[in-house]
Structures are given as structure tokens and as C-alpha cells.
């Protein structure tokens, strides 16, 4: 009971995931794919995005107590939950790979031009350490805590300019082409995936019944947060933004939009404050991935204590961060392996376990589905 | 000395004429393991003997035995006294224990009771002693020689009756104590001016004072197998939660400890988390405040020798509160709160946000700020890091002068400490001008923080942002702040978590019209300590 989630702590976990990844440059990525046409393209996905909570949600209805990894046990046995449970892992850990490399690499450029990237990270390692073995009822609270300052980070990011921003790089609305926004870029959905979390919510809630709630309150605030990102990114910088700003410089946009915001000509840059605030977010997506490896595992393999597997998981993700020695190398995991992994694994591989799972619920009656 | 003695002293044995001593290892060393007890005897001479042994009668100048003798008809019975000098009343063993048993020769019975005292098998010396010849209020049987002692000890008179197995134990203490004064560390403007002592029965006394209710539970335990310390345990029956009372007595009766002689040992004995640094359980010598905690469902324990009560559970934001604040409007108490926090943020925080900033991200000052420390900056030697631990070792050197120092030099120690730190550093240019305001803020900051051990834990978690922000700037800060939020809410105290949002939520006072919830963490019996309506004379009755 201790470990359930409340209304709050559960939309916090959901907006922490969202923030982080605006932190970590999500939106850049999708402007590169559909230029000014993002906003339409957000828009447009937003709604398929709704229609498809709203399916899920419908369908967890009937599983009060279960999550994707227990519904792939029931149609397929412990073969496909062994199966689905290593995908999800693999894809937390790469989130986790990635959040890590690209939060380090720019606050090295930026701060620690002359230092070893293993020293910036070794706080950074030592704090998720920490967070990690004091187990996910302390990171439900520290993410509610830090919710607050992260969503104030990303809205100040659109009105922190004193209106010195450019208007027109906002049109034309619809972008390149229609098939550019609506078509090719229908993979921008990836930005979506805290979507990820609805399949493991129910049984992490304390009240089952706010399920839709949460969904829905999370599904705004996080599809706010995602377009006031975009839209501040879009007003700075003229589209296509050009490589010289972002990748060879090996900074994210995000943190140069950060450079040019003034608060009064008392503090003319204050890059220095985002970087302090959203420490605490990656932190806490981090950690939370973490956390998200471990309770997987500990469904596979029963451990007697289950923080014992933060430290072991850590190493593995700290080691994978240091394979990646280039920006191109980080851009390629994040544009070519992690997007497409994203959409297949939330929106293909989980939602036909989640049909097939109703299905076979429905054939033997959803009180005995768990058996 | 001529040659001859010192050719002699450096080639001949010269035994040395000067004692030395050092301490061997003990040849006595007692195997641990408890000892017997033994129930008291019927015959007088084993229980004096065995008395003699246990309480090195031969050597013991404090322990007191008087033997005497009742004659009660025809038969008279050996007697001895036994009691500790300086803790018991000599008047009261004179006139309500000796002389009745004494002074009179023979007690004369009446025809009735004679006829029993002949039938030995029906008359009861002890009832008959009790209830006839001693005339103290509280008198209670020992069985065993460790009750006994137990009750010699803390004051109690022990009476030994040749034929009786049974001690007689009369109490008849007179503890020698000091007057209740004000409190010394935590003065009020408003609000009681008195504070705990070191007697346990005056200081439960003064609570059962403010709390005029039946209740008010003070139950009684001993910690210290060598000590047997009183340790007393005070809280509400009919508010506090069942099971945080259970678990005070649990961690209370599991201690296996030769001593307890403060309350600030038993702290660290029963608090949750070892390594934390903030303290758990709040201590304070104030009787109103133990009352308003115990009040709200928290329980008190108080150890017999300590001015301090101990009150459980203590969480975080507790030591942020002053007792000063329920003496306020809302308004102002708030006011105080919200300043409170804000130092307690700029006591941990202030010095390595200024070494962060100068030293990694100064492009965020503005330039004139930025030009005026780095031209007070120009001529100091050290690295920032460096002026820094001076500055604060120096700080630490003079409050810890200030508090050992008799009172009279403590004005001495603060203006040499000024005049050292705040003129002469900075004209020797050792360190800038700026630091020294910014550690001035920072003790100021840390003055404010009510509590004693809070004030220590805010030390050395300075000093712990001091080096992140040195080394890795903002970014460690963060980190820093985030593994400290992360740990805290991992913590509980007695079973309540030692930080959370509800306790955010309820560290503002609320008017006191609207005071009606206790604090939800407690789960306590009554939640609600009045109706929605407590000024009911606003209200006009229809």
C-alpha cells in the first residue's frame, strides 16, 4: 500500500516523463522532421493519441489488478511474459541510456569544457544510485515534489523572451506538405510514449477508479508541456534549425533557447537555473526507469529484495553511456533505433497483447483471467 | 652531579625513584552474564549477611543498616533497616518507621488479637506491620533481593523482620532538587516561563498540570541494567494511536544497556534511521510544549536525571516550529514559519550557491555584481574553496569558544571574533569582503532554527553542498538536493514518514478557529480535537 500511487504522484510520474524528454530534445527532432507543420502535425496526433487512451483505458477496465506484463502471462503464458518483459526492459534502458548521454554531453560542453565526462557524470551517477536503492515509493515523492518548478521550467521557456521571439517562423501552419505533416510525419507519435505508463498503472494505483482521470489530466498537461516546447523552439529558431546550433556545438536547442531568456537586465542569462531544475527532472526520469527495470525483473524472477537489482541495472546503463562517443552516435539511437522501437513497442507490440488479452478475458470471464 | 654519578647513572643500575603507575588489565573481568535473583530469606542473619556482600557494607559509606528489635507481646523479632543516606528523609524514618516500631517496649494487644499472636499460624506479622505500626503512605512488599535493591536505591527504605521472606519497602525519598526555573534554550517572549528538571516526578507533575484530565497516561519503565533508570511514558489514551504507544514500549523495554543517564542517549537508542543526520525525535525542557504534543498524539518520555523530554514522533518540519508561534496571531506565527524556512534553505545552501556561481556559472551575475567580486577577489591568495573552509572552520572555532567559555568572556569571544574575521581578514586580504557577509548571512540564517540538533545537522549538510557545488557547481547542487529529498522521504519515525506533503501542507498554522484536525501522519484516535464551530458565542442560537 505504501507503494500506491495517489491522483497526484501518478500524474507527476506521467508529466516527468514528458518534461524530461522535452529536456532532452524531443521536440527538435520533430521539428526536424516536419518543420513548421509540428503544431498541425502535434495537433493531429494528439487526437489519434486520445482515441487511443481512451480504447486502452476501456479495455484496463477489466483488468483492476494487472498490468501488460500479467495480460501477456494470461494469453501466452510465462514464455511470451519472459519474451515481453525483456522488450520492455530493453526499452527502458535505452531511455535511460539516452536521457543520461544527452543531459551529460551538453552540461560537459557548456560547464565542464576540460573535464572527463566520467567525472561530470559520477554525481549524477552517485545521486541515481542513491534514489534508486530508496526504492520508488521516495521517487513517487520526489517527482511529485520537483513537479511543480519542471512544469514552470518548460512554460517559462515560451513567455521568458520579453516577446523578442519571431512570430513568422510559425508559418506556414501546415509545414512542407500535407503528407510531410500528416503522413511521414505520423512517427512523430514516438513523443507520445509516456504512453507506456497506462499499460502499467492499474495495478501501482490506490484507487483504481481514478484510472480514466489520471489518464486524461495527464494526457493534458503532458500534450500542453510538448506544444508550449515545440512552439518556444519554433519561435527562437527558424526552421530547418541549422546543425550549426545544435549538434556541433553538441548542445540541445532547448538548452539555447534557455541562453536567450532574460528575466529583467538584472540576470541576462540564465541557462544556469534551467540546467539546476531540470537536474531534478532528468534525475527523476532516470531513476524512474530504474525503478521500472527492477519491478519488471522482480515480476520474472521473485527477488526477496528487490533494490538489491538498482545497483546491477545501473551499472549496465552507465556502462552502455559510455559506448557512445559521439553526438551522431546519440542521434542515431534517438532518430533511427528509439523512435521506431517506441511506436512498435506502445502502439503495435503492447496494444495486441491488450486486444488479445480482452479477448481471452472475455472467452473465460474476466474474474478468472489472472488464473 | 659529577662525573662519577652520571658514569655510574648511565653504566650502573639506579633503581628509579619516581612512582609510576599504569593500569593493568583487569584480573576481575566479570564474565557477562546475569545474576541470580535470589528470594529473600526467613532467617535475619542470611539477609543481613547476604546484604553485607551485595552492598559491600564493609566499604559503602552512603549505604545505612540499623538493627533493632520488635516486641510485639511476648515475642520479640529481629529488625534491620537498611537505606541510602542523601536520598531518603531522616525525619520520616525517625518518626513514621522507627519510633512506632521502637518506643514502645511491648505493643499491648487487645485480648482478641493476643489470642491470635499466641495462635502463630493465623496472626500475620507482615499485615500486622503494615497495617498497625508503620504509618508512611506508600509501603510496598519486595520478594526478591533485586526488587529490593531496586527500591533501596531510589529511595525506599527496606525493612528486614527475622521470620518474614518478604522485605517491607517504605518509601521515604528525599531527593534533593532545584528550583523550576525559565527555560534555558528555548526562551519565549510569550508563553509559560517554566521548564522540566532533573526530577522525573516534578516534571510529570508539571504535565499532568496543564492536561487536567484522566486520560493523561504516565506509565512507568527502567532502562540500564546497571542504572535502572525511571523512564516515564505520557501520552493521551483516548487520542493517541494504540500502536505507536505500543511501539514506544517495545524499543523502550528491548534496550540492553548497562547505562541511561540522559535523555539524549535514550534519543539515539530508539530513533529509526542511524545514519540520519536530522534528529527524529523532538527534545525539548518546555511543559507547555510537551503537553500540546501530547495533545496531538504524540507521547512523551521523560528519564528520570534529564530536564529533556522526549517526544515522538518528530518530523522534519517539527523542528522549524518554535513554541512562541501558538502564542501568535496566525498571521505573524506564519510570517516567522515561512522566514524560518527560508534560513534553514539559506543556512544549507548560501555558501555553495556563491562558490557554484563564482566559480562555474558567472555568466548568470549581472556584470556590475560580477565585476565587484571579482575585484574584492583580486588580491586574496587562495582559491575560493579555501577561503571558504576558513571562514567557516573560524566561525565554528569561535561559536564552540563562545559556548565552553564561563558567560563573562563570551562578549570577549564575539568581539574578538568580529574584529578578527570581519576586519582583520579582510585587510590582510585573506579573505574578500563579499564571503564574509556571505557567511554572516549563513550563521545568522542558521541562528534562527529553533532546534539544537537540527542547527547541527544544517552543519554539516553545509558543508557537504560546499564541496558538490566546488566540484561540480549548480549541477552537483541538484544532485545534492535531490539524494537529500530522496533519502528523507525514505524515512519514517515511528512508523510516520519523516517528510512528506501533508506535513508541507500543515506546517502553516491555520486560525485557530479553524485549528480543528490533528496532524493526519499521526493517525490518531480523534482526528478532529473540536467541532467546526469552537467560538460558538459568534453564532447567534435560534
Request: hydrophobic residues 45%.
Amino acid at each position: 500500500m505504501k507503494s500506491k500511487l495517489t491522483f497526484f504522484e501518478a500524474i507527476s510520474i506521467i508529466a516527468t516523463i514528458s518534461i524530461a524528454q522535452i529536456i532532452l530534445d524531443f521536440p527538435e527532432y520533430l521539428i526536424d522532421n516536419t518543420g513548421t507543420g509540428t503544431i498541425a502535425n502535434l495537433l493531429f496526433l494528439s487526437i489519434i493519441t486520445i482515441i487511443f487512451c481512451t480504447i486502452i483505458s476501456n479495455i484496463f477496465k477489466n483488468f483492476s489488478n494487472q498490468d501488460i506484463i500479467d495480460i501477456s502471462e494470461l494469453i501466452g503464458g510465462r514464455f511470451l511474459k519472459f519474451i515481453i518483459s525483456i522488450i520492455f526492459i530493453i526499452f527502458l534502458e535505452l531511455s535511460a541510456v539516452l536521457a543520461f548521454s544527452s543531459f551529460i554531453y551538453p552540461i560537459k560542453t557548456l560547464y565542464f569544457q576540460n573535464t572527463h565526462p566520467l567525472f561530470v557524470a559520477s554525481i549524477f551517477i552517485g545521486a541515481i544510485l542513491i534514489a534508486s536503492n530508496k526504492g520508488f515509493f521516495s521517487t513517487k515523492k520526489t517527482a511529485t515534489v520537483f513537479l511543480g518548478i519542471s512544469v514552470i521550467s518548460v512554460v517559462a521557456l515560451l513567455f521568458g523572451d520579453n516577446g523578442n521571439y519571431n512570430t513568422n517562423n510559425l508559418i506556414p501552419f501546415f509545414g512542407y506538405d500535407f503528407r510531410t505533416t500528416f503522413q511521414t510525419g505520423f512517427s512523430n507519435i514516438y513523443i507520445f510514449n509516456f504512453v507506456i505508463m497506462y499499460f502499467f498503472l492499474m495495478p501501482l494505483l490506490s484507487r483504481k477508479n481514478d484510472y480514466k482521470k489520471i489518464m486524461y489530466s495527464s494526457l493534458a498537461i503532458n500534450l500542453s508541456l510538448i506544444i508550449i516546447a515545440t512552439i518556444s523552439i519554433l519561435l527562437y529558431y527558424p526552421t530547418p534549425i541549422g546543425k550549426e546550433l545544435s549538434t556541433l556545438n553538441s548542445l540541445n536547442t532547448i538548452f539555447l533557447v534557455t541562453r536567450r531568456i532574460q528575466i529583467s537586465s538584472f540576470l541576462s542569462q540564465t541557462d544556469s537555473i534551467f540546467v539546476f531544475f531540470w537536474s531534478f527532472v532528468i534525475l527523476n526520469y532516470i531513476v524512474l526507469l530504474v525503478n521500472g527495470i527492477v519491478y519488471i525483473l522482480n515480476k520474472l524472477f521473485h527477488y526477496e529484495n528487490k533494490q538489491k537489482l538498482s545497483a546491477p541495472t545501473i551499472s549496465i546503463i552507465i556502462g552502455s553511456v559510455f559506448f557512445i562517443d559521439r553526438i551522431v552516435q546519440l542521434e542515431f539511437l534517438q532518430k533511427d533505433i528509439f523512435k521506431y522501437f517506441s511506436i512498435v513497442l506502445i502502439f503495435g507490440i503492447s496494444s495486441i497483447i491488450l486486444i488479445l488479452g480482452f479477448f481471452k478475458g472475455r472467452k473465460k470471464g474476466f474474474k478468472n483471467a489472472k488464473k | 652531579m659529577d662525573f662519577k654519578n652520571k658514569f655510574k647513572h648511565i653504566f650502573e643500575y639506579t633503581p628509579n625513584k619516581e612512582r609510576t603507575f599504569l593500569l593493568p588489565l583487569s584480573p576481575n573481568n566479570l564474565p557477562q552474564q546475569e545474576e541470580k535473583n535470589l528470594d529473600i530469606y526467613d532467617n535475619f542473619d542470611k539477609n543481613f549477611e547476604y546484604l553485607k556482600v551485595k552492598y559491600n557494607l564493609l566499604i559503602n559509606s552512603d549505604i545505612v543498616t540499623r538493627e533493632f528489635e520488635i516486641s510485639i507481646s511476648s515475642k520479640t523479632f529481629k529488625a534491620l533497616l537498611v537505606f541510602v543516606d542523601g536520598i531518603t528523609n531522616s525525619d520520616s524514618i525517625n518518626n513514621n518507621i522507627l519510633k512506632p516500631l521502637m518506643l514502645k517496649e511491648t505493643i499491648k494487644m487487645n485480648p482478641l488479637k493476643q489470642a491470635k499472636l499466641n495462635n502463630v499460624q493465623k496472626f500475620d506479622l507482615k499485615d500486622y506491620l503494615i497495617n498497625r505500626l508503620i504509618s508512611q503512605n506508600v509501603v510496598e512488599i519486595s520478594k526478591d533481593f533485586k526488587d529490593c535493591f531496586e527500591k533501596i536505591n531510589s529511595g525506599f527504605v527496606a525493612l528486614f523482620v527475622d521470620t518474614l521472606n518478604i522485605a517491607i519497602c517504605i518509601e521515604a525519598k528525599d531527593l534533593k532538587a532545584r528550583a523550576i526555573t525559565t527555560p534555558q534554550s528555548e526562551s519565549v517572549v510569550r508563553g509559560p516561563q517554566a521548564s522540566f528538571i532533573e526530577t522525573l516526578r516534578t516534571n510529570t507533575a508539571q504535565i499532568r498540570k496543564i492536561i487536567n484530565n484522566e486520560n493523561l497516561i504516565i506509565e512507568n519503565t527502567k532502562v540500564g541494567k546497571v542504572t535502572n533508570t525511571n523512564v516515564s511514558i505520557c501520552y493521551m489514551k483516548n487520542i493517541t494511536n494504540d500502536n505507536l504507544v505500543a511501539e514506544v514500549k517495545f524499543r523502550l523495554n528491548n534496550l540492553n544497556v548497562d547505562s541511561l543517564t540522559s535523555s539524549g542517549e535514550l534519543e539515539n537508542l530508539i530513533k529509526d534511521n542511524i545514519p540520519n543526520l536530522y534528529p527524529e525525535i523532538i527534545a525539548t525542557e518546555r511543559p507547555d510544549k510537551t503537553s500540546n504534543l501530547i495533545l496531538a498524539g504524540r507521547i512523551a518520555i521523560l528519564v528520570d536525571g534529564s530536564p529533556f523530554a522526549l517526544i515522538v514522533p518528530g518530523l522534519l518540519l517539527d523542528f522549524l516550529v518554535s513554541t512562541e508561534d501558538i502564542n501568535l496571531n496566525n498571521v505573524f506565527a506564519n510570517f516567522l514559519k515561512v522566514i524560518r524556512a527560508i534560513s534553514f534553505l539559506i543556512a544549507i545552501l548560501l555558501p555553495a550557491i556563491y562558490i557554484s556561481v563564482t566559480t562555474f556559472h558567472d555568466e548568470f551575475l549581472p556584470t556590475e555584481l560580477l565585476l565587484a567580486i571579482t575585484s574584492a577577489r583580486e588580491k586574496i591568495p587562495f582559491p575560493i574553496i579555501v577561503e571558504i573552509i576558513l571562514m567557516e572552520l573560524s566561525f565554528e572555532l569561535i561559536r564552540e569558544a563562545g559556548i565552553r567559555v564561563p558567560s563573562a568572556f563570551g562578549q570577549t569571544i564575539g568581539i574578538v571574533g568580529a574584529l578578527i574575521l570581519g576586519e582583520a581578514a579582510v585587510t590582510a586580504n585573506v579573505v574578500s569582503p563579499i564571503l564574509v557577509i556571505i557567511i554572516a548571512i549563513t550563521a545568522i540564517s542558521e541562528f534562527t532554527l529553533p532546534d539544537y540538533s537540527f542547527s547541527f545537522s544544517t552543519r554539516i549538510f553545509r558543508i557537504f553542498y560546499i564541496t558538490l557545488g566546488y566540484f561540480f557547481g549548480l549541477f552537483g547542487i541538484a544532485c545534492g538536493i535531490f539524494m537529500h529529498f530522496s533519502i528523507l522521504f525514505s524515512y519514517t519515525s515511528f512508523g510516520v514518514p519523516f517528510f512528506s506533503y501533508s506535513s508541507i501542507k500543515e506546517y502553516l498554522i491555520k486560525p485557530i478557529w479553524k485549528n480543528e484536525k490533528r496532524n493526519s501522519n499521526l493517525n490518531t484516535k480523534r482526528p478532529l480535537k473540536e467541532p467546526a464551530i469552537s467560538m460558538k458565542w459568534r453564532k447567534n442560537e435560534k
